[in-house]
T-cell receptor, first 111, second 116 residues
Framework: DTEVTQTPKHLVMGMTNKKSLKCEQH?????MYWYKQKAKKPPELMFV???????INESVPSRFSPECPNSSLLNLHLHALQPEDSALYLC??????????FGQGTRLTVV | QKEVEQDPGPLSVPEGAIVSLNCTYS??????FMWYRQYSRKGPELLMY????GNKEDGRFTAQVDKSSKYISLFIRDSQPSDSATYLC????????????????FGKGTKLTVNP
């Protein structure tokens, strides 16, 4: 099983809302990632959890907050987003330098 | 010079054609090379994974890595309309980290259309 499952598939939220994106993998991978992808661009790394330890891309605004409840689960908490945050949010997992497996993404629209 | 260069296309071919997709890179430390296929509004799907130099074949797909030239390729034989997607190359290296975990560097992606 090489599946990374993300929920929800689509999300529309207002700028004052709080919402969460969820990700799950059962491949035993110890690294999990959040990526943001805008149209016609490659994925851009936001956060990494490696052995449940967080590493941050310092350019990511604080209105995005990751959480890793255990080695199989990854959440991304969203608060006070801006319209420019509308994008495809991708979760991925890997053993490290080896191949990363991506979920199908959550298409987020901020209104 | 960008770390990974990939022609964004678009590339349009007739059904049954052989497709060649390429990336060049500048960092000789890269050891792990991947090709992802991404359909519109979907997540990237891992197609091929190669460690170091050489060829790897899987069905209609062949990945080639030439580390001496810093050049990787993906060949698609007997292309089908269902192959129409954006193809992303990606690479990484041990010790090349971002935030304490190995960093995956992507090309910009090549948009491929296979016409019936």
């Amino acid at each position: 099983d090489t599946e990374v499952t993300q929920t929800p598939k689509h999300l529309v939220m207002g700028m004052t809302n709080k919402k969460s994106l969820k990700c799950e993998q059962h491949m035993g991978h110890r690294a999990m990632y959040w990526y943001k992808q805008k149209a016609k661009k490659p994925p851009e790394l936001m956060f990494v959890y490696s052995y449940e330890k967080l590493s941050i891309n310092e350019s990511v605004p604080s209105r995005f907050s990751p959480e890793c409840p255990n080695s199989s689960l990854l959440n991304l908490h969203l608060h006070a987003l801006q319209p420019e945050d509308s994008a495809l949010y991708l979760c991925a997992s890997s053993w490290g330098v080896s191949e990363a497996f991506f979920g199908q993404g959550t298409r987020l629209t901020v209104v | 010079q960008k770390e990974v260069e990939q022609d964004p296309g678009p590339l349009s071919v007739p059904e049954g054609a052989i497709v060649s997709l390429n990336c060049t890179y500048s960092n000789s430390a890269f050891q792990y090379f991947m090709w992802y296929r991404q359909y519109s509004r979907k997540g990237p799907e891992l197609l091929m994974y190669t460690y170091s130099s050489g060829n790897k074949e899987d069905g209609r797909f062949t990945a080639q890595v030439d580390k001496s030239s810093k050049y990787i390729s993906l060949f698609i034989r007997d292309s089908q309309p269902s192959d129409s997607a954006t193809y992303l190359c990606a690479m990484s290296a041990e010790g090349l980290t971002q935030g304490g975990s190995e960093k995956l560097v992507f090309g910009k992606g090549t948009k491929l259309t296979v016409n019936p």
